[in-house]
DNA sequence: TAGATTGTTAATCGATTAACAATC
DNA sequence: TAGATTGTTAATCGATTAACAATC
């Protein structure tokens, strides 16, 4: 196994700071001032160590017997997820998904700016979509040559998955979001995170029928 | 924290499986009847033990210097992800991500069958999307009790998500799968899966601010 | 002050990886 | 048979949880 040198943080970590986000983001709207790590683990049933770990990732520092403050959390924890910066991306692949992508607004909140839009077949290239362009698969490299572009959304079939992220690489494109059932390959600098709906339904659909057996065993 | 007794499979297993499983369709498609673990693990970057311990838990028996069977494999997995028994879902806002989901002919393949969606938009209610009623979310609650209904997929907002939780769980429904970026509260026998499309994008972004600062570094 | 909460160190738990015997 | 591969046990690594001192 290629041994990758690790900088960055525990991923469980990560993946529970945005679920803190929306927490936090309820108690500003609430002028909630301050905030401990027993009201968000009791909130989103998790250990109060564990969120004392997650949140000191971030580097903020809280009171002793006050807790957080809840604004300075926020910001911390966007700095931490690389959500206090824009980030221009270009998607590839306008079908249900790619679709669906464009016109979601929460993306915002994230940083992330689609500016562009990809695709091959003819009868899409030319639309405008949720006000994104629509343009050959062909003019992406240079495109995102000319501006610079930080991510890349793969949103096509698996069969051209990979062709779709070798023009990426090619265009610079450091960040890769791959929502195609499809392991790509790409050289060391890229990050490809996988976004593939089939292993959330996978690990829902094999709880759900181990918990049929355990019915059975009772 | 409460204690939940665990019969399920290692959730890193589970999730690795379908990527196991897109290997095995082309080698199905391919015509090979066997496939050994080292075979599969250079594919996907992985280790080769670890796919070997993964295979193991679907209960499958492999032949020393040969590999396991391609076809049985499949079907091994399929079963242990539960992907080999129909399953009827409704699916609750019919919004972007809703309609994508509804579009999505993948599913097909991992035995889920969106029967009925539901809004509270009337201008949504009483179309037909991809072959799908959209019915008003007040009648949710009895139709899945009339028809045995599996799964609950939430693809409304954050605040109404909580509600529409209930109502399924009122409905008798088992299995929730939660694309809203909200902690849904359920009881102890339903299953929820939570597919933000936040935590992975956090996990995208975090990582490429990471990587700058590595370049900083150097 | 007393006590709630942070921050940190230690212990436990679970997942990954290494080593190796069994097998065809 | 020799050797590739499985299956399993042991070692390592990393994440979670427990314990507790520091702080306001």
Known sequence: MRKIRKFSA??????????????????????????????????????????RKDLA?????????????????????KAFLGWDVQRNAFLV?????????????RFRLYGLNIVTAFDKDPRRIGKTIFGVDVLHVDKMTNLALRNKIDIGIITVGEDAAQ???????????????NFAPKTLIVPDDVIVENAQLSVSLGVLTSKMKLSQTEKNMV
Chains 1, 2 share one sequence.
């Open 57 to 77: 990732l971030t580097g903020i520092v809280g009171k002793p017997r006050v807790g957080y403050s809840v604004e300075e959390l926020i910001d911390k924890i």
């Open 93 to 105: 692949g306008v079908g249900n998904l790619g679709t669906a992508l464009l016109g979601y607004q």
């Open 10 to 51: 525990p991923e469980p970590s990560m993946r529970r700071l945005p679920a803190y986000l929306h927490v936090l983001t309820r108690l500003l709207r609430e002028n909630r001032l301050y905030v401990s790590c027993t009201f968000i683990s009791n909130e989103l049933y998790l250990d109060p160590t564990q969120v």
């Open 163 to 177: 062709e779709v992220a070798d023009l990426m690489v090619q265009g610079f494109i450091k960040g890769i979001w």
